[in-house]
């Protein structure tokens, strides 16, 4: 009895350092990263729901509803900060990995190894932290793949709630939901037509039917049409949720400006996740294997691979869709190695060690260095130190100084984002192009180069000039602030007084 409690009180005391790590890694210092334009994007949503009422969903947009109501919460709760918008990402990647210890597969092993791996990732750390749709919608992949992978063990009413859970959750997240349940397609008939049949039976699926299962997916389906149509308020939502996709596939099959050669993953993987490779490598090997989990999740990562290598649309975050799955073939595989007798397992050991040791090093570089490495291929298209220093600077003198928020800000370059979220506390936002309309007396003026001439020709007094770069791969910009309400710019020496002559 004693050592049956003893066992139990280390398996909690595990549990809760485990779950202590994954809080810490996925929550400290979250403001280390510039501010990505998406996030700001995202923010931005949420600023219209409180004007609107609700989230008016939008085909052309590719993203639910989901993350917008749920990013509307967390600012009820803790307020309109970068902060914020990461704290719910991060929330679903601690989720990710603590799912696996709620035992939903029969492999204790397995799961602990997926906790580890997951726990270390560097693209569950990184995009674990990063205010985007991508980690909640892998959350909920996770969780369908456990209802799958569970049904294919023990076809019951949990694997019925975890399919109709995780699919949801997709669903209402983003549309590319469909190229995960198309490779899962093709992976569960990798098992044989007999097998598929059995397993799926009408049958089967009844005698694990449940009226607490009716309960649920009633609820689903009524959350999933509230949450379409911004709560009855905007019933063709429902409609635009099928329109959705015909603009998807465009923008997939056109780049948009994002277009990628096929081996952009292998390469993303090789700098930032080498031991994802590793997993790769293996499921070419589980393709063939008579361990039924191994083999289908062999087939869906690699076919999820070969689909999004296909695409040219690639943004490096949809990553975070392909390497979970390689993980768990990874864990798999490690239970079977580390059964064997063999020496060979210690090479595989060390291998897989030194993989992992470089992926820590990603880790570091791209999410808790100061500066981080912003050649990481994580950190893609992203705003730079220059306007997080900017930012910084503007939101410490208008908490100094709050009647500056009255006055005018003209954001007047092509390309806006995140000032239109960065800047919300400030009364009049103009939005008009600096080579075209240049807004008189302005505060900040925010420019591309080619509206520069323009600005300084209008200026009536003082203006600080400084050369900015907003964002990665971008031309430079340029910023005036007024001297008057800005007496210092101690974040930059790149700095000159343009307009005219103090008196």
């Known amino acids: 009895m004693k050592s049956v409690k003893g066992t139990h009180y280390s398996l909690t005391v595990a549990w809760m350092v485990l779950l202590c790590g994954a809080i810490f890694t996925r929550f400290y210092d979250l403001t280390n990263k510039p501010l990505h334009f998406d996030e700001s994007i995202n923010g931005w949503f949420v600023l219209q729901m409180q004007t609107v009422g609700f989230y008016k969903y939008d085909p052309n947009n590719y993203h639910g509803p989901l993350y917008f109501y749920m990013l509307q919460f967390f600012e009820l709760l803790w307020g309109q900060s970068v902060e914020t918008l990461r704290a719910l990402p991060?929330?679903?990647?601690?989720?990710?990995?603590?799912?696996?210890?709620?035992?939903?597969?029969?492999s204790k092993s397995v799961q602990r190894w997926m906790m580890l791996l997951l726990l270390l990732s560097p693209a569950f750390l990184f995009f674990g932290r990063s205010g985007i749709h991508e980690m909640p919608f892998v959350f909920f992949q996770i969780v369908f793949a456990l209802g799958v992978l569970r049904w294919l063990e023990k076809s019951d009413a949990k694997a019925w709630a975890l399919g109709l859970v995780?699919?949801?959750?997709?669903?209402?997240?983003?549309?590319?939901?469909?190229?995960?349940?198309?490779?899962?397609?093709?992976?569960?008939?990798?098992?044989?037509?007999s097998e598929v049949r059995r397993?799926?039976?009408?049958?089967?699926?009844?005698?694990?039917?449940?009226?607490?299962?009716?309960?649920?997916?009633?609820?689903?389906?009524?959350?999933?049409?509230?949450?379409?149509?911004?709560f009855f308020k905007n019933g063709s939502g429902l409609l635009d949720f099928v329109k959705?996709?015909?603009?998807?596939?465009?923008?997939?099959?056109?780049?948009?400006?994002?277009?990628?050669?096929?081996?952009?993953?292998?390469?993303?993987?090789?700098?930032?996740?080498?031991?994802?490779?590793?997993?790769?490598?293996?499921?070419?090997?589980?393709?063939?294997?008579?361990?039924?989990?191994?083999?289908?999740?062999?087939?869906?990562?690699l076919s999820q691979l070969l689909i999004y290598s296909l695409i040219p649309y690639k943004t490096v975050w949809c990553i975070l869709s392909l390497i979970w799955g390689f993980y768990f073939?990874?864990?798999?595989?490690?239970?079977?190695?580390?059964?064997?007798?063999?020496?060979?397992?210690?090479?595989?050991?060390?291998?897989?060690?030194?993989?992992?040791?470089?992926?820590?090093?990603?880790?570091?570089?791209?999410?808790?260095?100061?500066?981080?490495?912003m050649e990481h291929p994580y950190i893609?298209?992203?705003s730079t130190y220059e306007m997080k220093s900017l930012?910084?600077?503007?939101?410490?003198?208008?908490?100094?100084?709050?009647?500056?928020?009255?006055?005018?800000?003209?954001?007047?370059?092509?390309?806006?984002?995140?000032?239109?979220?960065?800047?919300?506390?400030?009364?009049?936002?103009?939005?008009?192009?600096?080579?075209?309309?240049?807004?008189?007396?302005?505060?900040?003026?925010?420019?591309?180069?080619?509206?520069?001439?323009?600005?300084?020709?209008?200026?009536?007094?003082?203006?600080?000039?400084?050369?900015?770069?907003?964002?990665?791969?971008?031309?430079?910009?340029?910023?005036?602030?007024?001297?008057?309400a800005f007496p210092q710019i101690p974040f930059t020496k790149q700095v000159e007084i343009v307009g005219s002559k103090e008196e």
């Open 90 to 106: 991060a929330v679903f990647s601690v989720l990710s990995v603590m799912i696996f210890s709620f035992g939903f597969l029969s």
């Open 166 to 193: 995780g699919l949801w959750g997709m669903v209402t997240l983003k549309e590319t939901f469909t190229i995960t349940l198309f490779c899962w397609a093709l992976a569960l008939a990798t098992l044989g037509l």
């Open 199 to 230: 397993l799926f039976s009408w049958k089967n699926l009844k005698e694990a039917w449940s009226p607490r299962l009716t309960v649920l997916l009633s609820l689903l389906g009524l959350f999933f049409v509230q949450l379409f149509t911004g």
């Open 244 to 301: 959705a996709f015909l603009p998807w596939l465009k923008t997939g099959v056109e780049g948009k400006g994002h277009e990628k050669p096929f081996g952009y993953w292998l390469q993303v993987l090789g700098e930032a996740e080498p031991l994802v490779l590793l997993g790769v490598g293996i499921a070419f090997i589980g393709i063939f294997s008579r361990h039924k989990s191994l083999r289908v999740m062999s087939v869906f990562s």
């Open 329 to 373: 073939v990874l864990a798999v595989f490690f239970v079977e190695v580390l059964a064997e007798k063999g020496r060979w397992k210690y090479l595989f050991g060390g291998v897989a060690m030194v993989l992992m040791g470089f992926g820590v090093q990603s880790a570091y570089n791209s999410v808790y260095r100061h500066p981080l490495q």
């Open 380 to 382: 893609y298209v992203n």
């Open 391 to 484: 930012y910084d600077f503007l939101r410490v003198e208008t908490r100094l100084h709050p009647e500056l928020l009255g006055q005018t800000v003209q954001i007047g370059m092509k390309e806006q984002w995140p000032w239109p979220w960065v800047l919300r506390t400030f009364k009049d936002l103009r939005y008009d192009l600096c080579g075209k309309r240049v807004i008189e007396n302005a505060l900040i003026y925010l420019c591309d180069f080619s509206g520069t001439s323009e600005v300084e020709l209008s200026l009536v007094e003082p203006y600080w000039k400084i050369p900015l770069s907003f964002r990665q791969s971008r031309e430079m910009s340029y910023v005036y602030l007024k001297k008057a």
